[in-house]
């Protein structure tokens, strides 16, 4: 089967601050190169896109090689941090953009959403807009009138469908045009996080159809998307982007793993290395650890066992209303728990030199899996920020007899919540 997307040493590069090379000298110099059949001189320079650095070159390659094909009928989830690359890998292959180097086949009609709005005109109807994005794409006003009313039904728009789209809101503008990027038959749906825009009841509404439109192997569907749920409940696939060039490519589950992983030492206790960090650092997390009830080091926790989050702090001050707060993350990226000390305790004070602050389940509710820590501390009252480390710690937990039955819970989503239960005879 021939691929629906081939991408082969696909490259994009951008000067910074500028339009084209920034200089006539620059311009003339490329044109010169083009005209005797060479190579662009400036494609030997430029530095990779990384947005922690400053860097020397005023070149910067925002993809580099990228090489990949998408099988007809996949859903593609592309993942990566903020400037990995991601939104201007979706332009070049909806030709919003040119590469820079390498080439793009795709097989059939591309639709794309990158963000409210795409291709809509604001001085224009809904309706109207309708009919022109059904043009782009290629298809005749036969075609686009079979499937307005269903359009109409779907965005929930009816009442506004003769208004111009300037008026609409965000919500409104991006559920219209999802609604005709999905219903009007592309071979091949390109959707970047522009979902987010629209409501739960949408973005649920808005899944459930790319799923519709990949079955049966005949459409495609590219997906980005920062809700590691969403890309897991929709995805079969995934490619995880770093700094313009792809680290990982494989099946879903995999590729968030590793997207999730690829910054965390397992069990790397010492948070002093740690570069990227929040705050004024008067105060800082130095290490973590994993403790049993008897204070021991442990490398995973046991579902329902007692576990220690074990924090040393470091302060070069007084500090005095000390907040410290824990974030649970799942593997999927959504926060199961936060927990402070100002919630469950008190604020900790007189704080010097060194501590440690002991975080304490008696009965740990979190179900098998692996699970992240994000830590801050902080000034609660004059909300002076200290120090504040994001996923920086990784720990497993393990299957458990939570309720001490002899029976080991087999539950897949959320966590145990201790309960009891009690059978009343009806006299």
């Given at each position: 089967m021939k691929?629906?997307?081939?991408?082969e040493n696909l490259s994009k590069q951008y000067r910074l601050g500028t339009v084209g090379t920034g200089s006539f000298a620059h311009d003339l110099n490329r044109w010169w190169h083009t005209v005797r059949g060479k190579e662009d001189p400036y494609l030997e320079i430029g530095e990779a896109n990384d947005r922690a650095n400053k860097g020397e070159s005023d070149?910067?390659?925002?993809?580099?090689?990228?090489?990949?094909?998408?099988?007809?009928g996949d859903v593609l989830g592309i993942i990566g941090k903020n400037g990995a690359g991601k939104s201007t890998l979706l332009k070049l292959l909806s030709r919003v953009t040119?590469?820079?180097?390498?080439?793009?086949?795709?097989?059939?009609?591309?639709?794309?959403?990158?963000?409210?709005?795409?291709?809509?005109?604001?001085?224009?109807?809904?309706?109207?807009?309708?009919?022109?994005?059904?043009?782009?794409?290629?298809?005749?006003k036969q075609e686009i009138r079979s499937k307005f009313d269903e359009i109409v039904e779907f965005a929930g728009c009816e009442r506004y469908i003769d208004t111009p789209v300037k008026r609409y809101s965000?919500?409104?503008?991006?559920?219209?045009?999802?609604?005709?990027?999905?219903?009007?038959?592309?071979?091949?749906?390109?959707v970047d996080e522009v979902l987010a825009v629209g409501d739960a009841e949408?973005?649920?509404?808005?899944?459930?159809?790319?799923?519709?439109?990949?079955?049966?192997?005949?459409?495609?569907?590219?997906?980005?998307?920062?809700?590691?749920?969403?890309?897991?409940?929709?995805?079969?696939?995934?490619?995880?982007?770093?700094?313009?060039?792809?680290?990982?490519?494989?099946?879903?589950?995999?590729?968030?793993?590793?997207?999730?992983?690829?910054?965390?030492?397992?069990?790397?206790?010492?948070?002093?290395?740690?570069?990227?960090?929040?705050?004024?650092?008067?105060?800082?997390?130095?290490?973590?650890?994993?403790?049993?009830?008897?204070?021991?080091?442990?490398?995973?926790?046991?579902?329902?066992?007692?576990?220690?989050?074990?924090?040393?702090?470091?302060?070069?001050?007084?500090?005095?209303?000390?907040?410290?707060?824990i974030q649970i993350i799942d593997g999927f990226g959504n926060i199961?728990?936060?927990?402070?000390?100002?919630?469950?305790?008190?604020?900790?004070?007189?704080?010097?030199?060194?501590?440690?602050?002991?975080?304490?389940f008696e009965n740990i509710p979190l179900l098998p899996g692996e699970y992240t820590l994000s830590l801050r501390a902080r000034d609660q009252i004059d909300k002076v920020l200290f120090d504040e480390l994001e996923s920086c710690f990784l720990f497993k937990v393990e299957s458990g007899d939570y309720f001490g039955t002899g029976r080991i819970p087999i539950v897949k989503q959320g966590v145990i919540i201790d309960h009891k239960w009690e059978v009343l005879d009806e006299k």
């Open positions: 691929p629906a997307i081939k991408i070149y910067v390659w925002a993809l580099k090689d990228i090489n990949f094909e998408v099988k007809p040119r590469p820079t180097t390498g080439s793009i086949k795709a097989r059939g009609r591309i639709a794309s959403l990158l963000e409210v709005g795409t291709g809509f005109h604001p001085e224009l109807t809904g309706r109207e807009n309708v009919f022109l994005n059904g043009a782009i794409m290629g298809m005749n965000s919500g409104m503008y991006v559920r219209l045009a999802f609604a005709v990027a999905a219903h009007l038959e592309p071979e091949i749906l390109i949408f973005q649920k509404k808005a899944i459930e159809k790319m799923k519709d439109v990949s079955k049966g192997g005949k459409r495609t569907v590219l997906f980005v998307s920062h809700n590691m749920a969403s890309v897991k409940a929709l995805c079969n696939r995934g490619l995880v982007m770093q700094n313009g060039t792809t680290v990982f490519s494989g099946d879903v589950d995999d590729s968030i793993n590793y997207y999730l992983r690829k910054d965390i030492k397992e069990n790397h206790s010492s948070l002093k290395d740690i570069k990227q960090r929040a705050g004024n650092s008067k105060l800082v997390f130095s290490e973590i650890k994993l403790l049993n009830k008897e204070g021991l080091e442990i490398t995973n926790a046991i579902l329902g066992g007692y576990t220690i989050f074990s924090l040393k702090l470091e302060s070069l001050q007084v500090v005095n209303n000390l907040e410290i707060r199961v728990s936060t927990l402070n000390n100002f919630h469950s305790a008190d604020l900790f004070q007189n704080i010097n030199n060194e501590i440690v602050a002991n975080c304490i």
